[in-house]
């Protein structure tokens, strides 16, 4: 079976590939060059006003070193009459194909992962695919969808009683993201969440806990990027506790990865509760998780003190790991997902 998509989140991708490729053993091609952006047919960069260099970034066929934010088809081959794209991070090859290769090429299956999609790719599958699918992959609360059929990773997916659904959680890299004890020498605090949301209560607690490593790791977070998933996967080794505050909570990459590696928590409970779903079976104030904000800010500077003692750090992150395997079984879903296919409208 061959599956179009498109690139726009490379973890996201990645899940996609683990699950197609890896799982079900079908075919997934993304987009590559620019003419799919000069024709109308690739919308990622609308919200930055069609920028061309957010294009170039994403479609331009240029060798070379892959980076995320400015190239990502630096490393590439042309086999097959497909272009086979190193991601580094991940360490394998994504099938890209031009706008005039998906033309020529027969699709089972056309899954936009993007919200300004929808409406282009059921464009693009009516002129030159009729006889294939649609799927609207769909990874953030609030988002919508006309298409038929939805994979969802969110829990409130607004999905109608019309449409074919399957809620889902997204795969991340089992090599990267393996359970490890926490080092008993070290007392480190990281985060690495994008855009250092809530970074006061952050800087607050790091003024109270001076003997602790504190590190905000994220896009134009204090401590910068990382380098892919890679790089979050071997902060996440490194740290003895995760600080972890997101708006809308819920259960995203960086949140299993946390959990895969076995790390607790400290977070904010009433963004979690916004999400509910599975996210309320993983994060347990407690068990899995500290929650600032049912705590005052000493009690909470107490709570975190006592996690840092290596004894407790080592108890709580084999609790944190085997309560994220209870929750999440990727082998069940992988059959879930295979009858989901096999209805499609």
């Not at 079900?24 to 987009?31: A, M, N, T, W």
């Not at 024709?39 to 060798?63: D, F, M, V």
């Not at 497909?82 to 991601?87: S, T």
């Not at 090599?175 to 952050?202: G, H, K, M, Q």
Request: glycine share 8%; charged share 25%; proline share 6%.
């Amino acid at each position: 079976m061959r599956i179009f998509t498109d690139l726009h989140h490379g973890d996201l991708y990645y899940s996609l590939h683990l699950l197609f490729e890896k799982r079900l053993g079908h075919e997934l091609y993304r987009p590559i060059g620019l003419e799919w952006f000069d024709s109308g047919n690739w919308k990622i960069a609308a919200p930055y006003r069609n920028s061309r260099a957010t294009a170039n970034q994403y479609l331009e066929i240029r060798p070379g070193v892959y980076d995320q934010y400015k190239n990502l088809n630096g490393q590439h081959h042309f086999k097959d009459d497909v272009y086979h794209v190193w991601h580094p991070g991940h360490q394998y090859y994504q099938k890209a194909i031009t706008l005039k290769q998906f033309k020529e090429m027969k699709f089972d299956i056309i899954m936009p992962t993007h919200p300004d999609h929808g409406g282009t790719y059921t464009s693009l599958r009516d002129r030159f695919h009729p006889q294939a699918k649609l799927i609207q992959q769909m990874g953030n609360a609030g988002q919508k969808t006309n298409l038929p059929n939805v994979l969802h990773s969110s829990p409130f997916p607004n999905c109608k009683n019309t449409q074919h659904c399957l809620r889902y959680h997204q795969e991340i890299n089992p090599d990267l993201f393996y359970y490890s004890e926490p080092p008993n020498e070290t007392r480190n605090i990281y985060s690495v969440v994008n855009c250092a949301p809530y970074l006061a209560r952050f800087n607050q607690m790091k003024n109270l806990i001076r003997d602790a490593n504190w590190r905000y790791y994220g896009s134009r977070s204090p401590d910068g990027a990382l380098s892919g998933g890679k790089g979050v996967a071997n902060k996440m080794h490194e740290a003895n506790i995760a600080w972890h505050l997101k708006p809308k909570g819920g259960v995203g990459h960086s949140t299993k990865g946390w959990f895969a590696v076995g790390r607790p928590l400290v977070t904010n409970m009433s963004e979690h509760k916004k999400a509910g779903g599975d996210t309320l079976l993983l994060f347990r104030p407690g068990v899995t998780c500290i929650d600032l904000d049912s705590g005052t800010i000493h009690e909470n500077e107490k709570k975190i003190r006592k996690l840092l003692d290596p004894e407790e750090n080592l108890k709580w992150s084999k609790r944190v790991r085997k309560i994220f395997d209870e929750v999440i079984n990727y082998d069940k879903q992988e059959e879930q997902v295979r009858k989901f296919l096999e209805n499609l409208r």
